[in-house]
Every structure is written in structure tokens, then in C-alpha cells.
T-cell receptor
Framework: DAGVIQSPRHEVTEMGQEVTLRCKPISGHNSLFWYRQTMMRGLELLIYFNNNVPIDDSGMPEDRFSAKMPNASFSTLKIQPSEPRDSAVYFC?????????????FGPGTRLTVL | AQSVTQLGSHVSVSEGALVLLRCNYSSSVPPYLFWYVQYPNQGLQLLLKYTSAATLVKGINGFEAEFKKSETSFHLTKPSAHMSDAAEYFCAVRNPLGAGSYQLTFGKGTKLSVIP
């Protein structure tokens, strides 16, 4: 299996621009998670999808952030407009289900720099 | 609410020495516990997990961790460090019951350096 695939791996953009991060979960997994990693706050869960439906978006920082999962094999995280404080590494993870023992498998991450 | 505390943001050991990375958790119910490793510029990879079976859990790459309820700890150990173990290690807790049971709460991470 290819694992969780994220693109792009690196993104440099200017403040005010729209940024779209992409994720392809492991085939057959029905839970998908978006995390953000920063030095100050560590790893934070932004949003959780189960069977393509957003279950918990309480971690999304503000309305500038939105996430979609149009089908079981694709999800996007969009920031519009972007700000320098959004600079971070964004990880996508997927798991087979949402039971307590299910392992979350992480993608390689997208390093976002907003100038 | 659950939380994880990792003692020491940076640990250095000599090659061949014991690795001990500390993790203490706070949870209102018996938790599930995980250790993940992150190599530079990569995602997180599961090392091992405790899900209420055996309290001593063996993982990949020679690592193991012991769940100690009385100490609310889940420390990660490896008898002999290898240069390839240099990475950042994250402890995570998950409440197995009720709403939000999918949510992993991560510690701040411990960066392990291995000195030749």
C-alpha cells in the first residue's frame, strides 16, 4: 500500500493568497484526520471525517479554514486568505475505523510557509 | 479531559546506551496509549500502542513501553541506542469511551539525539 499521500510537500505563498492542501487516505480507511504541527502548540487536531462526513471541526482555527472530503479517496484543506501565523506543517492521517484501538497512519505532511 | 506530559524536550544518549523517554498521562478513564516516532521531514509512524491487554508492550525497532497505572506513566525504553534512533518521539493518549473516543491527544514531543 502506498500509505497516506499528501501534496504538495512544500508550499510557499504570500499573505492573502488561497492555499489548498490535498490528501489521499489509505484505500479502505473510512476515518480521516487533519492535524497542524507548530513549535508553539505541538500537534493539534483540526478536523475529523468519518465516511466522508465531518464529525468534529472544533479544532479549525477560524472561518478562513475549510475542509472537504468529496469522496473516500480525497480530502482538501483550504486556507483563504492565508496569514503568516498559518505557517506550520499540516498532516493528514487515516485509520480503518474510529474505534479506540484503530491506528492512525500519517502522511508525510505539507510544510506551509506564508510570507 | 485527557492530557500527556513528556518530560524533557531533548534527550541525548550515547550509542549503545539505554534510551528512556518519559511520558505521564492524565485521563478520567483507563486510556489507550501510543508512542509515535517522527524522523526529519517525515510524518509520524506508530512505534507501539497499549490497548488494555498486556501492560508491557513491544514495538518496532526494539522499543518497548510499560503501562503503570499507579504512576500514570507509559515510558518508552530501548536497551541499546542506535544512530538511526535519532528522531522526535511523541506520546499520545486516547479515551476509549464515549464521544470523542477517536481523538488522539499528543504530548509536545521529545527529540532524541544519539552521540557516536
Amino acid at each position: 500500500d502506498a500509505g497516506v499521500i499528501q501534496s504538495p510537500r512544500h508550499e510557499v505563498t504570500e499573505m492573502g493568497q488561497e492555499v489548498t492542501l490535498r490528501c489521499k487516505p489509505i484505500s479502505g480507511h473510512n476515518s480521516l484526520f487533519w492535524y497542524r504541527q507548530t513549535m508553539m502548540r505541538g500537534l493539534e487536531l483540526l478536523i475529523y471525517f468519518n465516511n466522508n462526513v465531518p464529525i468534529d471541526d472544533s479544532g479549525m482555527p477560524e472561518d478562513r479554514f475549510s475542509a472537504k472530503m468529496p469522496n473516500a479517496s480525497f480530502s482538501t484543506l483550504k486556507i483563504q486568505p492565508s496569514e503568516p501565523r498559518d505557517s506550520a506543517v499540516y498532516f493528514c492521517a487515516s485509520s480503518l475505523g474510529d474505534s479506540e484501538a484503530d491506528t492512525q497512519y500519517f502522511g508525510p505532511g505539507t510544510r506551509l510557509t506564508v510570507l | 479531559a485527557q492530557s500527556v506530559t513528556q518530560l524533557g524536550s531533548h534527550v541525548s544518549v550515547s550509542e549503545g546506551a539505554l534510551v528512556l523517554l518519559r511520558c505521564n498521562y492524565s485521563s478520567s478513564v483507563p486510556p489507550y496509549l501510543f508512542w509515535y516516532v517522527q524522523y526529519p521531514n517525515q510524518g509520524l509512524q506508530l512505534l507501539l500502542k497499549y490497548t488494555s491487554a498486556a501492560t508491557l508492550v513491544k514495538g518496532i525497532n526494539g522499543f518497548e513501553a510499560e503501562f503503570k497505572k499507579s504512576e500514570t506513566s507509559f515510558h518508552l525504553t530501548k536497551p541499546s541506542a542506535h544512530m538511526s534512533d535519532a528522531a522526535e518521539y511523541f506520546c499520545a493518549v486516547r479515551n476509549p469511551l464515549g464521544a470523542g473516543s477517536y481523538q488522539l491527544t499528543f504530548g509536545k514531543g521529545t527529540k532524541l539525539s544519539v552521540i557516536p
